[in-house]
Every structure is written in C-alpha cells, then in structure tokens.
C-alpha cells in the first residue's frame, strides 16, 4: 500500500522533479529514523504515508494563492491527502492521523507523538540542506527540534555538529 501512495504521489507531481526527490528523501529518513526507534508497524505505516504526503498541498496553494508557505499547506493538504488516501483504500483511522500530520507538519512547539516527531525530523534534515541553511541553523535546529537519538545522529553526523 505504501509502493501505492508513493507512485501516486509522484504521478500526482508530474513534472516536478525537485518536489518528488524532496517527498522520496523526507520517506527515506522517516523510515529510517521509525525503523530505528523501534515503532510499532501502525506508526511506522503512518510516518511513512506522512511523509509521501507532508507537502501534498503545495500545488494547489500555488495555483490558488501564488504562495506555498508551511501554513497554507497545513490548511489545504488534509483535504487533497484524505481524497487520495480514500481512493487508496486507506483506512479511516490512518487517513484521519495522517491528515493531522499534515496539518501540523509545519507546527513545532506541541509536538505530543513519535508519528510527528519523526516526520518533523525527517523533513527538517532534508529541509536544512536544501534549503542551504547554515551550521548555525542546522544547530539551532538540532537543540531545538531533534529529540530521537537516530535523528539526532543522523543531524550531527550530516551537517559535523
């Protein structure tokens, strides 16, 4: 099912070829990170349907607003994200905690399961290189964000913290 969501996500980014390296590498980690912390197989699942679908709302908020911030994302995904994963087949309960992912992708100060933890590490390594941040962020980012012990090493060993 999860093979499923992923070439559905890249079919749904046709043409977009730096939007579908970001989603493909944000489930790389992810994965690694959940597989690593030892989460149980219904978290692991929905870290991974997460993160295929943290941005799904990019395009639209694009075309609707001329912006695609965190925010806008957060407002307009779920929606797109509930409509794909219903024609997937997904259940209920997974579909609805992986819209609230989505919903908060970009929401850092009430992070309260390893599902969002996760996610928000996993985007936040891709996030800092491709957005060429800077050591002093990636640091700020590794205080302030990182709490699992695989993220955090992935965080120090990729950007020499």
Do not use: W
Not at 16 to 36: G, M, N, P, W
Not at 76 to 86: F, M, Q, R, S
Request: aromatic share 8%; glycine share 6%.
């Amino acid at each position: 099912m999860i093979n499923k969501l992923h070439l559905a996500m890249i079919e749904l980014y046709r043409g977009d070829a730096k939007r579908i390296q970001h989603f493909c590498k944000v489930h790389s980690y992810a994965k690694l990170i959940a597989e690593t912390e030892n989460v149980d197989k219904k978290c692991l699942f929905i870290i991974e349907a997460a993160a295929l679908t943290h941005d799904i709302g990019i395009h639209f908020c694009e075309e609707k607003y001329g912006n695609c911030n965190g925010k806008l994302q957060e407002k307009e995904g779920p929606a797109i994200a509930e409509k794909l994963l219903g024609e997937l087949g997904f259940d209920q309960d997974v579909s609805g905690r992986v819209q609230y992912l989505i919903a908060h992708h970009h929401t850092y100060n009430n992070i309260d399961e390893m599902d969002y933890q996760i996610l928000v590490e996993a985007d936040f390594l891709v996030n800092i290189m491709e957005d060429g941040l800077s050591k002093e962020a990636a640091l700020k980012a590794y205080h302030n964000i990182f709490k699992t012990a695989c993220g955090k090493m992935i965080c120090r060993e990729m950007f020499h913290i």
